[in-house]
């Protein structure tokens, strides 16, 4: 059974750094590799919005509200991906959630439970 664990999520102030990561459990190789991967995040009374995106070449894409900000990355071997966040903003406090899409549609996609990230003014 596949399951997404993040890990990294917490109180910061703002200015400081967080890295999220998640690992793809129980997930095989020849699946994470090709799959797209993501970060999302919800805050309170907002809808989910994506914040950054990894192809499985490693091409990325970010929201305009965090370029410069935040990396995203991935690491096969570990079938985990990640998110370093810099400069973090109270506009930023929200649950992350990372997903993952496979190549093959017929398997669906995944996503972690989420973690609270928190930014104090």
């Known amino acids: 059974q596949v399951r997404l664990v ?11 750094s967080l890295r999220l990561s998640c690992t793809a459990s129980g997930m095989i190789t020849s699946v ?8 999302y995040r919800q805050a ?4 989910r919005e994506l914040v950054a995106a990894i192809t499985p070449d490693k ?17 096969n071997s570990r079938k985990r ?6 400069s973090l903003k109270p506009e930023d ?4 959630y990372c997903r993952v899409e496979p190549r093959e549609r017929r398997l669906g996609e995944y996503w972690g439970q989420g973690t609270q990230v928190t930014v104090s003014s």
């Open 32 to 39: 994470f590799n090709p799959s797209a991967l993501g970060w």
């Open 93 to 96: 406090t929200a649950v992350y």
């Open 6 to 16: 993040e890990s990294g999520g917490g109180l910061v102030q703002a200015g400081g």
């Open 44 to 47: 309170p009374g907002e809808q």
């Open 81 to 86: 991906v990640y998110l370093q966040m810099d």
């Open 59 to 75: 091409s990325t894409t970010y929201a305009d509200s965090v370029k410069g900000r935040f990396a995203i990355s991935r690491d």
